[in-house]
């Protein structure tokens, strides 16, 4: 069962402490202060997803209710939740009354008898931010100008938008821009001034707003790389997989990976249709009666930006997720057909004065492959519950060449595959039942480990048949041949 007692020290990997899992009613008690139900003795498991392209945390507690208490206290969507959890010696999730975090139960779902105990019921708790709620509830009909950090945290703070008291971390932006927030909710709000913030220290666009137990956060994807725009961000933490002789040693414990799976490891296909490797962006300004293109390069920017892999905390210039080489008979590399994915804008510059909107040719190109570079190299990774660890973190992940070793031999780490990786998402995993927490860790890197060998003499085959039949001359040579009998089609 759950570990309620709080501790400060780990004897085991996977332990945890559950200091609050309680449901507060909208109903008030006698005493007029909210009534309060302990949920932490019927818990049976809590889920708990953070996740970088995801505005808010979500989760799931199954239950095991032998007082019926969905009936009689009731919970009808209205309800709160204390919860406070975390691995013992670390910061964890701590969202009470008392911090005003409280999360929000929105949904159950799920209801049914248990097998075992004919007057107990089973079902799950879904709950969220309480910053999901006030969503719902408004629209933005504003003008913003001035750096766009400014308006993101008026969205969140105003009572008459997402009224949030969190935390927000910010990246200062170098946008002085004047935008119109046309009825939109605040979170749909957020995400367009996203697509419009250009980093202050990076050569970067398009930001991720997204929410962790430490709070909201405002910033580039770049900034999960680097630090302050001049070197690697080191990474929190190190995972191995299949560490040999571990014993009851739990600091070595906490560093195993239980299990993972490589998902898409390359899709060339799928990137050169979202626009990774290369893309073309024509650019119409109605105020200067001006057309303009502009080409992406996959490879010939690649070191202008920080990526998940450095070159001794360094920007890199080699570790490409694919070879330099030419394709096929063309005498050009993939990123040399920006057509494949063309985008046409109208922009109207000198419209607010003082105030200029940021040039799309900053921010869309470069966004479509920095974004589609993360839908590479995804890998999904079974860890100890460690509550140190937020969305947008970055690990590193020891993963072995899977091949036969002979006598002597040192195990090779796999060169495309291990290294650094960026934490996309998170979901904590309670076991009340077993005692056990873990945690299933979404992570990407847009960059490999050793870069790949470059080729540029590519072997070709020139034999080609090309030839073209017409189908009705081959039918006439068919027929010419043929004695027809009028008999063989009655």
């Known amino acids: 069962m759950a570990n309620t007692n709080r501790r400060h020290t780990l004897d085991q990997a996977g332990e945890y402490t559950l200091d609050r899992c309680e449901i507060v009613s909208y109903k008030n008690a006698e005493d007029n202060r909210p009534r309060t139900v302990d949920i932490k003795l019927i818990t049976g498991s809590i889920e708990l997803v953070e996740n970088i392209y995801q505005s808010c945390m979500i989760g799931k507690i199954q239950v095991f209710d032998s007082n019926d ?44 008898q248990d097998d075992k105990a004919q007057r ?69 709000a957020i995400k367009y001034l996203c697509t419009q913030a250009i980093s202050q220290k990076y050569n970067n666009a398009g930001y991720c707003f997204y929410e962790t137990p430490a709070g909201y956060f405002f910033r580039s994807l770049e900034s999960m790389y680097a630090v302050n725009g001049t070197a690697g961000r080191p990474h929190k933490f190190d995972y191995y997989y299949q560490m040999t002789n571990l014993g009851k040693e739990v600091n070595k414990d906490m ?36 057309i303009k293109t502009h080409d992406f390069d996959y490879y010939n920017s ?27 008979d063309t005498d050009k590399d993939i990123s040399q057909f920006p057509q494949g994915r063309t985008s046409v804008v109208t922009e109207t510059s000198k419209v607010h004065n003082d105030y200029e909107f940021v040039p799309t040719k900053d921010t869309l190109p470069i966004s479509l492959s920095q974004k ?79 870069g790949y060998m470059a080729e540029r003499d590519t072997y070709q085959i020139t034999k080609e048949d090309k030839i073209a039949y017409d189908i009705y001359e081959e039918d006439q040579r068919i027929l010419s041949t043929m004695k027809v009998d009028p008999l063989d089609y009655t």
């Open 69 to 112: 208490i969905r009936t009689i206290l009731p919970i009808t969507g209205f309800e709160k939740l204390n919860l406070k959890f975390q691995t013992p010696g670390q910061t964890g999730v701590d969202h009470t009354e008392e911090n005003g975090r409280q999360f929000h139960i929105y949904k159950i779902e799920s209801v049914s």
């Open 255 to 290: 560093h195993n990976v239980k299990s993972y799976t490589i998902n898409n490891p390359i899709n060339v296909l799928q990137n050169m249709d979202k626009g990774m490797f290369a893309n073309r962006l024509v650019v119409h300004d109605a105020f200067n009666k001006t």
């Open 372 to 450: 589609q570079s993360l839908h590479n190299n995804i890998i999904d990774l079974i860890v100890p519950g460690n509550s140190l660890l937020c969305a947008g973190d970055i690990i590193s992940f020891h993963l072995p060449l899977l091949r036969p070793v002979g006598d002597g031999e040192k195990q090779q780490e796999n060169p495309q595959h291990s290294g650094r990786y960026l934490i996309t998402s998170i979901k904590h995993n309670i076991n009340a039942e077993m005692g056990q927490y873990e945690m299933s860790l979404k992570c990407s890197k847009d960059a490999v480990r050793e």
């Open 302 to 328: 690649f070191g202008d930006y920080f990526h998940v892999e450095t070159q001794g905390g360094n920007k890199t210039f080699v570790k490409q997720l694919i070879p330099f080489t030419k394709f096929d």
């Open 120 to 188: 107990t019921q089973g079902y799950d708790i879904f709950f969220t931010s309480r910053e999901s709620y006030f969503n719902l509830m408004s629209k933005v009909s504003k003008a913003y100008s001035g750096p766009i950090e400014d308006a993101i945290e008026d969205i969140l703070r105003n009572k008459k938008f997402l009224n949030s008291n969190r935390a927000l971390v910010f990246e200062p932006t170098k946008t002085n821009a004047k935008y119109v927030i046309p009825s939109l909710r605040p979170l749909d």
